[in-house]
């Protein structure tokens, strides 16, 4: 069993056994949706679809990016295409969801957040691939048994 700090308090009498262990919280998150200058961002630079800058350019962006405030640098946590087509449709602005992360374990957080988040990327790719693969192997069995229909219809 561990000796905690309370314990030796006591034990060398700067503290009575009847005063309270001070509570920290394990760590609170917090989040804003706000307008965030692109230029305030840091990011991974990617290379955004033309349809996507086309879209932004026409409607703007339509789901906000995630960011973690960490000490005043702004981190981005999700939205990589999204925010390198603001920049390449000339933005200056874009929307997003502030994540603000406060107290013990909050460094443990934020590494967990980002792992999950590439995790999350990776994956996605991944059942793409495979969506494909699937569809493509469904189109060739098609066509081999020498089926009377177009293309577009498979």
Same mark, same amino acid.
């Given at each position: /069993?561990?000796?905690?700090?309370?314990?030796? &308090?006591?034990?060398?009498?700067? /503290?009575?056994?009847?005063?309270?262990?001070?509570?920290?919280? +394990?760590?609170?998150?917090?989040?804003?949706? +706000?307008?965030?200058?692109?230029?305030?961002?840091?990011?991974?630079?990617?290379?955004?679809?033309?349809?996507?800058?086309?879209?932004?350019?026409?409607?703007?962006?339509?789901?906000?990016?995630?960011?973690?405030?960490?000490?005043?640098?702004?981190?981005?946590?999700?939205?990589?295409? &999204?925010?390198?087509?603001? &920049?390449?449709?000339? /933005?200056?602005?874009?929307?997003?969801?502030?994540?603000?992360?406060?107290?013990?374990?909050?460094?443990?957080? &934020?590494?967990?957040?980002?792992?999950?988040?590439?995790?999350?990327?990776?994956?996605?790719?991944?059942?793409?691939?495979?969506?494909?693969?699937?569809?493509?192997?469904?189109?060739?069995?098609?066509?081999?048994?020498?089926?009377?229909?177009?293309?577009?219809?498979?």
């Amino acid at each position: /069993m561990s000796i905690g700090s309370a314990s030796i &308090r006591r034990a060398s009498g700067a /503290m009575n056994k009847t005063d309270k262990k001070t509570e920290k919280p +394990a760590f609170s998150a917090t989040s804003v949706l +706000a307008d965030v200058e692109l230029d305030k961002i840091s990011a991974e630079e990617v290379q955004a679809s033309e349809e996507l800058v086309k879209s932004v350019k026409k409607y703007g962006v339509l789901q906000p990016v995630v960011l973690l405030d960490d000490g005043g640098k702004l981190k981005l946590v999700s939205g990589n295409a &999204r925010v390198a087509a603001a &920049r390449s449709a000339g /933005m200056q602005q874009i929307k997003a969801v502030v994540i603000t992360l406060e107290g013990t374990g909050a460094s443990v957080a &934020r590494k967990d957040l980002f792992k999950r988040s590439k995790k999350a990327a990776a994956e996605l790719v991944e059942e793409e691939i495979a969506v494909s693969s699937i569809h493509e192997e469904k189109f060739n069995a098609i066509r081999s048994v020498g089926s009377d229909l177009p293309d577009y219809l498979l």
